[in-house]
């Protein structure tokens, strides 16, 4: 070994003293500022050659991991992301988890949700046509079509009394209708979609129930024959029937007398002194008696009684029934 450090470095200072190898002897052992300098780049191999995960053996060409750096203080909240000409809006705060958030109700096994409670109706209620002491043709027609399909069980009269409303009472009941009474346009409707257009006989006809068979009393002369089963008066000929009429009668504590009587007296505007009430087309035949119209049996029907005189509610017939029977003519009551 030959020592060639001349202790000058070309630069005015003493530098290091290199041992140079120039056989099989062992080197010299380096200075410790060597040392130092080895360590570190054996440091550095050791790092670009596998500590970090996924990095490929041998790479030395790798660049130096990046230093760490400051963290930026976070940022108060987030913004959405731009979209066009859009404002950018603060992102919502993140929404509880799952675990801490309350659970929805569960249903009750069986339960029902309650229907809201409709609200009532405010449309107007349908037009009133005909009620209670209503009279006209048009009651007549409501009559017979009731009377078509069951539900009056007489002759149309054209009045609209106390049987008419309780027909009409029955047929809106069947038919779901309001219950009144009183004929609506709905009910009306209803009426002429489930009926027919009545006939002249069916609107006409000479009595509420059909004519008694007469009483052989009745077959010669004028008589007025009447019945108090049927509750018909005939005004007859001869045997043939000229015309025919409803009649009620009395109660059981003013009866009307049966018999055969003859007409005594006719008194065109009549009015009772006993009772002080109108007996218009009054023929009398027996005492107190007679034959007259009564606003009260047309108004009412059979809900009432006489006080034991005849009553005809059909004003027309009976006038036309004065001007035709004459004093001394037969009159025939009877069961």
Known sequence: MVDTDSGWDGRGGRGSRVTRNTGGARPAEPIPGRRVAAVSLVALAALATGCEPGAATGAQDAPPPARPTQAAAPSPARTAPVTGDAKPRTAPPPSPSASTAAPAPTPTPGATTARPTPEPSTAPPPRVLMRTGS????????????????????????YYGSVTADSVRSFQAKRSLPVTGSTDEVTWQRLLAMTRVPTAAELRPPTERPVAAPDERCLKGRVLCISKNSRTLAWMIDGKVVSAMDVRFGSEYTPTREGVFEVFWKSRDHVSTLYDTPMPYALFFSGGQAVHYSADFAANGYGGASHGCVNVRDKKKVAALFDQVRTGDKVVVYW
């Open 135 to 158: 009279e006209s043709d048009r009651v007549r027609e409501l009559q017979a079509r009731l009377r078509q399909i069951g539900h009056f069980g007489r002759n149309p009269t054209g």
